[in-house]
């Protein structure tokens, strides 16, 4: 069984790389250049260390519950190289204290009061925290992150973006974003592209960070929203197979 569960990760993996490369190599951008983040929310421990043992070193949970408790079960076991945990689910503000012990990066900073409770924490535990900006560039109601889907939306956001540079133990790297679900990946385009016109807008507009990063992409559009410039893909059901609930 182990074996078996080893031998479907690993390769549902090279496929998903053989796919990034080739996604890569279609607008000109180096393989380095994206950062692949196995999603393994719902995942047991022995799935995260078969993906592990195929060379993932990047993982990312959605719920603060799970990951505090899966963390430190498999984390003994890395013993080829440190692992970076991404935090890419909503984060209530009363669990910000534990996601910034657990997770090392966090994708979904979805308001300033969420920062200032993330600042509060990474201060106490001594930590200098990489944070992305969830933004709602779809507009659709069901999700989270600073609203961005009309140019009224947009300008207020980057109008109030400068109040994240007065955190000193939050360093904001860029934007995330979770795109529509639709039937084909060509359709969320607009939205990788929207999201990374955002943050050219930012960079004009923004100094206080790089803006390098844009965690945009999954199973279904990650190939699309390379070539629109994602640095950072979110990918679960491609690695470790249909979702297990
Ligand atoms: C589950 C999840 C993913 C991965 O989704 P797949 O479709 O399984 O690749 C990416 N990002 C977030 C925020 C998720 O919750």
Redesign the pocket.
């Known amino acids: 069984m182990a074996d078996e569960l080893e031998r479907n990760i690993t390769a549902n993996l090279e496929d998903v790389e053989r796919r990034i490369a080739a996604a890569c190599a279609r607008v000109g951008r180096g393989r380095n250049e994206v950062t692949l983040i196995a999603?393994s929310?719902t995942r047991s421990p022995a799935e995260i260390l078969a993906a592990y043992r195929a060379g993932v070193r990047h993982f990312?949970e959605?719920r603060i519950e799970e990951a505090e408790e899966k963390i430190p079960l498999v984390r003994e076991s890395f013993i080829a190289g440190p692992v970076t945990w991404h935090m890419?689910?909503h984060v209530q503000s009363r669990k910000a204290k534990r996601v910034v012990e657990f997770c090392d990066v966090i994708?979904?900073v979805d308001s300033l009061h969420l920062a200032a409770r993330l600042e509060r924490f990474a201060a106490e535990l001594g930590k200098q925290v990489p944070i992305l900006l969830e933004v709602n560039v779809s507009g659709e109601e069901s999700k989270y992150g600073f609203a961005a889907s009309t140019p009224v939306a947009r300008a207020d956001f980057l109008s109030q973006v400068g109040q994240f540079a007065v955190f000193t133990h939050l360093r904001v790297e860029g934007l995330m974003t979770?795109a529509p679900i639709v039937p084909d990946p060509e359709q969320a385009r607009p939205v990788f592209r929207a999201l990374r016109e955002l943050r050219e807008a930012l960079r004009d507009r923004a100094p206080f960070s790089s803006w390098a990063e844009l965690s945009m992409g999954?199973?279904?559009d990650f190939e699309v929203a390379i070539e629109e410039g994602a640095t950072m893909v979110?990918?679960?059901?491609?690695i470790f197979g249909p979702?297990s609930y």
């Open positions: 999603v929310k990312g959605n890419v689910g994708h979904s979770m999954m199973t279904d979110r990918i679960g059901r491609a979702a």
